[in-house]
C-alpha cells in the first residue's frame, strides 16, 4: 500500500510562487511516476505535470516556462515549483502516483491541498 500526503497549498496574489509538496509512505518501492494534478471548481481533472522514475518530466502546455516538477521517486518525494501564478491557476492540487501492484499498475491518490491565486 503507498499512500501520499501534500502540503504547501496556500492563497498568492497573481505573480507570486508556491511549492507544494509530496510524501508517499507504505511500499515506496513500486512508485513508478510521480505528478500532480489538478482540479478547479466545475472542471474535471487535468495533468499538470508528472516525472518518471528515470527523471523524464512531461508538463501540460499552460504551465510550460512557470511550473517545475522534481523529486525522487524511489524515496517517494515530489515537488511543484509554481512560479508567476495565475488566477486560472486556482484550484486543488492532487499527487499522484502510479503504482506496480501484484496484479498490475494502479493509481494512487492523495487527498489534496488548495491553491488559490487572486488577481
Known amino acids: 500500500q503507498v499512500q501520499l500526503v501534500e502540503s504547501g497549498g496556500g492563497l498568492v496574489q497573481a505573480g507570486g510562487s508556491l511549492r507544494l509538496s509530496c510524501a508517499a509512505s507504505g511500499i515506496i518501492r513500486s512508485i513508478n511516476t510521480m505528478g500532480w494534478y489538478r482540479q478547479a471548481p466545475g472542471k474535471q481533472r487535468e495533468l499538470v505535470a508528472v516525472?518518471?522514475?528515470?527523471?523524464?518530466?512531461t508538463y501540460a502546455d499552460f504551465v510550460k516556462g512557470r511550473f517545475t516538477i522534481s523529486g525522487d521517486n524511489a524515496k517517494g518525494t515530489v515537488y511543484l515549483q509554481m512560479n508567476s501564478l495565475k488566477p486560472d491557476d486556482t484550484g486543488a492540487y492532487y499527487c499522484?502516483?502510479?503504482?506496480?501492484?501484484?496484479?498490475?499498475?494502479?493509481?494512487?491518490w492523495g487527498q489534496g491541498t488548495l491553491v488559490t491565486v487572486s488577481p
Open positions: 516525472i518518471t522514475s528515470g527523471g523524464l518530466t
Open positions: 499522484n502516483a502510479v503504482v506496480t501492484g501484484t496484479f498490475g499498475n494502479f493509481e494512487v
